[in-house]
């Protein structure tokens, strides 16, 4: 799983128009003096059945092994990973549906650093990553930006009524802005409401006004530089990573920084009284007063990209008379990789998830082989770079092998092999998210299968629209729910060695895996044979 939701992703949240309704966010404990459907003869039964933990296990223990070294987008261990998923699948007999005859769809990456970031302040050095933050996939190699003047403008916004920029000239220069609207009794000068603008909720847009002005950087004040560090500590740690070959041209917004309250104290410095006197009139008048703060700047933005290929695999299963709907079931078989002698396994993450589609996999083609495979097609997909931005499931969403019109519903797993502090004394538990965001019938039928075959404990906790973990959003079923196609996200929920190097195979309790790879099994097969494609009846957010 994606260790903090991607920037990109609270934009496109805030793009789409949001309904006041609330989903279920409770627990369905099962009636277990009903007894479980174990019927052998029915066919579901008996696929369900070949999902074993011995099998699991046996997958499992190679994954996330240290020969493939944490699986790492970009590095070897996921080409191993890679290797191992594809050479299955051929084994198996799955039809190839990927480029030129193969299991996977190539997906390309721009790996962005800067090489020795600095900054100083009248001859003070300030430091990376702890003063301040760049993020070199949004910004373009520009070397030493130096100047000797940074201008005020306010919160960097231009719209009707309103303009920071006015009478202004920007070109070519250092302007330092808020984040946010500007306020005046709890109401954003821009919206007139509460709520913010667009401008509030974004700053990329005013980014990319920036650039059409000319400006040659921008600051931008970050009231808690630490917390901001602790969100994006994966994508400023290591190197930035874009989906698709990205070059500078393609980059549309102007050179920026996030910068500390400390650093905006050190480029105010003496005209303190001037800079509040310019920001209280701008929230009373909503006007800007021209203010240029003397200062001695300068920011090295020395930047280098690598461009590398990286792969979804897939594992196609024909349906029989509805083989033209389909439905997608995912797993991300990347990892955060090796940091010095540590290795992160990975083996919750999402070595569980890529073991359990694997089993599943194998069960709709020993169906399919006995004549008694799914009606409608089941594209299983094995998607990388999770953890670098949920890339690889977005690139499938974006150019998909299936139309998105036929394409039924996504199932997506994402740790499922540990048990979670809540549930320590009993592990036949699942989080389930999504299930009732955009189809009510899915939600209803993976109700029913666990009735049915499965007992489990379905935990909503974590599908409130509230939910401070925004899991829904970080995880790759979104990109599917994005498109208006309903998910459904199955999760065993945190624990101590979440993206530590002690997620390892040994923790994992199989058993719990093998009862929810069989409730899975059972809500796919639902999925794929019922007479009626599930109806969306719910709104994208």
């Not at 059945?49 to 699986?71: C, M, P, Q």
């Not at 373009?140 to 000797?148: T, V």
């Not at 790879?517 to 059972?522: D, M």
């Amino acid at each position: 799983m994606n260790w903090k939701t991607p920037i990109y992703f609270f934009i496109l949240l805030f793009s789409v128009q949001a309904s006041q309704a609330q989903y279920i966010s409770g627990v369905t404990i099962p009636d277990t003096s009903q007894a479980v459907i174990e019927d052998m003869t029915l066919p579901r039964v008996k696929y369900a059945s070949e999902i074993t933990a011995a099998d699991l296990e046996n997958h499992l223990t190679v994954l996330a092994s240290d020969e493939f070294a944490g699986r790492e987008t970009g590095e070897a261990g996921i080409e191993k990973a890679y290797n191992y998923l594809s050479n299955f699948i051929d084994n198996a007999g799955f039809e190839a549906i990927g480029v030129e005859g193969s299991h996977y769809q190539p997906v390309s990456f721009t790996f962005s650093r800067f090489v020795d970031p600095v900054m100083y302040i009248n001859g003070e050095r300030y430091k990376h990553l702890w003063e301040y933050i760049n993020f070199p996939d949004n910004n373009r190699h520009a070397g030493e930006i130096k100047a000797s003047e940074v201008m005020f403008l306010g919160y960097g916004i231009e719209t009707d009524g309103y303009s920071d920029y006015e009478g202004k000239d920007v070109s070519g220069k250092v302007i330092m802005i808020y984040e946010g609207d500007p306020m005046k009794m709890g109401k954003s000068l821009i919206s007139g409401s509460s709520k913010p603008s667009k401008w509030g909720r974004n700053n990329l847009n005013k980014l990319r006004l920036a650039r059409e002005k000319g400006v040659a950087l921008v600051l931008i004040i970050k009231n808690d530089i630490k917390g901001f560090l602790a969100e994006n500590r994966r994508r400023v740690m290591g190197p930035s990573v874009s989906l698709g070959t990205v070059d500078d041209e393609d980059i549309l917004l102007a050179n920026h920084a996030y910068v500390s309250t400390n650093i905006a104290k050190a480029i105010i410095g003496k005209n303190n009284k001037k800079f509040t006197k310019v920001r209280r009139c701008l929230t009373k008048k909503g006007k800007l007063k021209k203010l240029v703060l003397p200062t001695d700047l300068s920011l090295v933005q020395d930047k280098s990209n690598t461009y590398l290929e990286g792969n979804n695999v897939m594992a196609f299963v024909e349906g029989t008379d509805k083989k033209d709907e389909v439905i997608v079931v995912t797993a991300h078989y990347d990892h955060i990789g090796q940091k010095g002698d540590e290795i992160f396994n990975g083996a919750d993450d999402n070595g569980s998830g890529t073991s359990t589609v694997l089993e599943l996999a194998e069960s709709f083609l020993m169906a399919k082989q006995n004549g008694e495979g799914p009606r409608r097609s089941i594209l299983f997909m094995w998607v990388t770079g999770e953890e670098k931005g949920l890339l690889g499931s977005q690139y499938y969403a974006d150019n998909p092998i299936f139309e998105i019109e036929n394409t039924v519903a996504n199932v997506n797993i994402d740790m499922v092999g540990r048990v979670d502090k809540k549930y320590t004394h009993n592990p036949e538990y699942i989080y389930v998210i999504g299930s009732d965001r955009l189809s009510t019938d899915l939600h209803k039928i993976n109700e029913k299968m666990n009735d049915d075959y499965s007992q489990l404990i379905l935990d909503y906790t974590y599908n409130d629209e509230k939910d401070p973990n925004r899991y829904y959003y970080r995880s790759d079923h979104y990109n599917f729910a994005a498109k208006g196609i309903p998910a459904i996200f199955f999760f065993n929920g945190t624990h101590a060695d979440y993206h530590q190097p002690s997620d390892t195979v040994e923790k994992i309790n199989f058993d719990k895996m093998e009862k929810v790879g069989r409730h899975i099994f059972h809500l796919v097969w639902e999925l794929s044979n019922r007479d009626d494609r599930i109806v969306v009846d719910g709104e994208v957010r």
